[in-house]
């Protein structure tokens, strides 16, 4: 089966500080991706990466970036939290970024900023 | 503008009960619609992918049906068991797009009583 892993799934920052979220699949999956979940508006996409060292910024990319050093190691970074990025926040893996590929998640990091 | 409506926002039914949930979408030109189930403070698990050409799909008691010229889908659970007891959400993916172009919806938050 399909494993994508969350480093920490539950963390608490404070503003102003950098918070890594790590993400490690161990599918040899070419796409990754980082969504944040809300309550009321549904999942929406960060950034994504289809090849190591490759990123592409989704629908929400400010206020975040993104490292992908290794093929299955995905990491978001928050480089100064606000508290308006307290969030669920959901990594995933695909093999294929075909129309109809799919989607693997891991269990999410939730993401308080004081 | 792309969107996927989910309804209802919530529902409440008795276990071993049968429920139908709903998805309407104005997503075009269409590729892909999927369903999955996320358990409280989970990532979501695929249960369904249907392309344009299939109108059913099946996964042990959950069934989803997709209508592309009304542009809705449905997920019908048979025999609600507790663990049923969870949110639901409609993805829909455009033609041509990738997995970066997704669509989701807010979800269905499904609470089955005993």
């Known amino acids: 089966d399909v494993k994508v892993t969350q480093s920490s799934r539950y963390l608490v920052k404070r503003t102003g500080e950098k918070v890594f979220l790590e993400c490690v699949q161990d599918m040899d999956h070419e796409n990754m991706f980082w969504y944040r979940q809300d309550p009321g508006l549904g999942l929406r996409l960060i950034y994504f990466s289809y090849d190591v060292k490759m990123k592409e910024k989704g629908d929400i990319p400010e206020g975040y970036s993104v490292s992908r050093e290794k093929k299955e190691r995905f990491s978001l970074i928050l480089e100064s939290a606000s508290t308006n990025q307290t969030s669920m926040y959901l990594c995933?893996?695909?093999?294929?970024?075909?129309?109809?590929?799919?989607?693997?998640f891991g269990e999410g990091s939730r993401l308080t900023v004081l | 503008k792309n969107q996927v409506e989910q309804s209802p926002q919530s529902l409440i039914i008795l276990e071993g009960k049968n429920c139908t949930l709903q998805?309407?979408?104005?997503?075009?030109?269409?590729?892909?619609l999927r369903w999955y189930k996320q358990d409280t403070g989970r990532g979501p698990v695929s249960l369904t992918i249907?392309?344009?050409?299939?109108n059913t799909k099946s996964n042990g008691r959950y069934t989803a049906t997709l209508d592309a010229d009304t542009k809705q889908s449905s997920l019908h659970i048979t025999a609600s068991q507790l663990s049923d007891s969870a949110s639901y959400i409609c993805v829909v993916g455009g033609y041509g797009g990738s997995q970066g172009n997704l669509i989701f919806g807010k979800g269905t938050k499904l609470s089955v009583k005993p």
């Open positions: 995933a893996s695909s093999f294929s970024l075909a129309d109809t590929g799919e989607l693997f």
């Open positions: 998805c309407n979408y104005t997503v075009s030109p269409f590729s892909n």
């Open positions: 249907m392309t344009f050409s299939e």
